[in-house]
């Protein structure tokens, strides 16, 4: 089946410092990517996506581009910020119709901690 | 414009008792709606998703259940927790199976 897999977590990284978040995926077909931020006691808000091979999503200074001859989706922030620090998770949608009905499947999250 | 409401918020309750959680969504007719949960150390997993009023899919066989008895309202239930059943639950809704997905603010569940 699909599946996404992100880089370990936590990072902790300090401030204005480069980040980068590594997505892989596994689909039988093509994807639809995208990138969910979870600030503390919060719901999931969409980060920004691509929904085609060589697409660059880009929100709030974030950046991942669509890879598909590496399957990947890696986010990346030149100088992160305190107010960074949260939980972001990958995910891909597979695209029209049968059974999918814009089910997303996400990987396991990373924790950002971004220290003054 | 549209939003998304879940309650409660934060919940305890112990092994064995029942649980229903609430979602309903405003401004919008006719969404489709999905219930996912994630556990601690864990990614989100979906468990329903629904299409329409009446029907449930049920991505994971588990001791959950869902029921959509009004268009923009979506419950989840448990006749008997378990301690595995503890976790972050969120709702969420799209316009359509291409669109992008709005999720609540979530209820942490807490099984002792």
């Known amino acids: 089946g699909d599946s996404v897999t992100q880089m370990e977590g936590p990072v902790t990284l300090s401030e204005e410092a480069f980040l980068t978040i590594n997505c892989t995926y596994t689909?039988?077909?093509?994807?639809?990517l995208f990138w969910y931020v979870q600030y503390p006691g919060e719901g999931l808000q969409l980060l920004l996506k691509a929904t085609k091979a060589d697409d660059k999503g880009s929100n709030k200074g974030f950046e991942a581009t669509y890879r598909k001859e590496t399957t990947s989706f890696h986010l990346e922030k030149g100088s992160v910020q305190v107010s960074d620090s949260a939980v972001y998770f990958c995910a891909l949608r597979m695209g029209a119709g049968g059974t999918s009905y814009g089910k997303l499947t996400f990987g396991q999250g990373t924790i950002l901690t971004v220290h003054p | 414009s549209q939003t998304i409401h879940q309650w409660p918020a934060t919940l305890v309750q112990p092994v064995g008792s029942p649980l229903s959680l609430e979602c309903t969504v405003e401004?919008?007719?006719?969404?489709?709606l999905y219930w996912y949960r994630q556990a601690a150390g864990r990614g989100l997993q979906l468990l329903f998703y629904s299409v329409g009023i009446g029907q449930i899919s049920s991505e994971v066989p588990q001791n959950l259940s869902a029921s959509r008895p009004q268009d923009r309202q979506f419950i989840l239930s448990s006749k008997k927790l378990l301690l595995s059943d503890s976790g972050f639950y969120l709702c969420?809704?799209?316009?359509?199976?291409?669109?992008?997905?709005?999720f609540g603010p979530g209820t942490r569940l807490t099984v002792t």
């Open positions: 401004g919008t007719s006719n969404p489709n």
């Open positions: 689909a039988t077909g093509y994807p639809s």
């Open positions: 969420a809704w799209s316009a359509d199976y291409r669109s992008e997905q709005y």
